[in-house]
């Protein structure tokens, strides 16, 4: 199949008729917020700006939920048996895109936008970027979300941007668009962007 590369915001976009691979911009790891400054701001915002979050930030939304943040391949967050049992998609206007935190790629599972799965609370309506967390084992992929959103919720802190986990999504359209494999389920979302 044809392959076509071109540039897309900050990160490189390599498509084919098929599908769209996002390479993302390396996280941002300037900010000097201090982690106690972040731990007092956090809190779930529920007014979002329509604004979308760029691919650089995006990025480093990721790297803080799960990217890899040393050289044998380990996490931002701790995993059971380092089996890193959690996998981070992304909802926004533009699709469904499974984070690859080795190559920092965003690979896309669908291209259809799927953002109203998560509208089920008014606040909802402009937010243009969800998280969702998925895994296999019963109980500790559901601690790995845990650590995940935490991660991204003192990121948005010391950011200055809006987040909120979230439980009430579609919870049968949600798994049913995401064609996962049997042993992988849904664990929570979480809506990220800029605040009103
Ligand atoms: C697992 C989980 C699920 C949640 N689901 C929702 C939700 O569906 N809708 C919502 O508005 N807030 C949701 N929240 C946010 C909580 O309401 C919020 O964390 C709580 O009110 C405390 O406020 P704070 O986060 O600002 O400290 C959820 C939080 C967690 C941890």
């Known amino acids: 199949m044809k392959k076509t590369i071109g540039v897309m915001m900050t990160g490189f976009i390599v498509s084919s008729a098929m599908a769209a691979d996002i ?7 300037t900010n000097t917020t201090t982690l106690i400054s972040a731990l007092e701001q956090r809190h779930s915002d529920r007014e979002f700006s329509d604004k ?5 930030t995006l990025s480093t939304v990721l790297w803080a939920a799960f990217g890899v943040n040393r050289k044998d391949g380990k996490r931002t967050i701790p995993t059971a048996l380092d089996k890193k049992d959690l996998n981070v998609y992304v909802f926004n206007k533009d699709g469904i895109w ?7 790629l965003l690979k896309q599972q669908s291209s259809e936008n799927h953002l109203d799965l998560f509208q089920l609370q008014d606040y909802m309506k402009p937010v243009s970027t969800v998280l969702v967390y998925t895994g ?8 790995h979300a845990g650590s995940a959103y935490q991660n991204v919720e003192l ?17 049968e359209k949600v798994p049913e668009v995401l064609n996962l494999p049997t042993d992988q389920r849904v664990i929570i979302s979480q809506a990220i962007g800029w605040k009103k």
């Open 136 to 143: 296999s084992a019963e109980d500790y992929a559901a601690m």
């Open 23 to 29: 390479k993302l911009p390396e996280p941002d790891k």
């Open 52 to 56: 979308a979050i760029d691919n650089q």
């Open 155 to 171: 990121y948005a802190a010391a950011n200055n941007m809006a987040s909120i986990v979230r439980g009430y999504y579609d919870r």
């Open 98 to 104: 499974l984070y690859d935190a080795n190559e920092n």
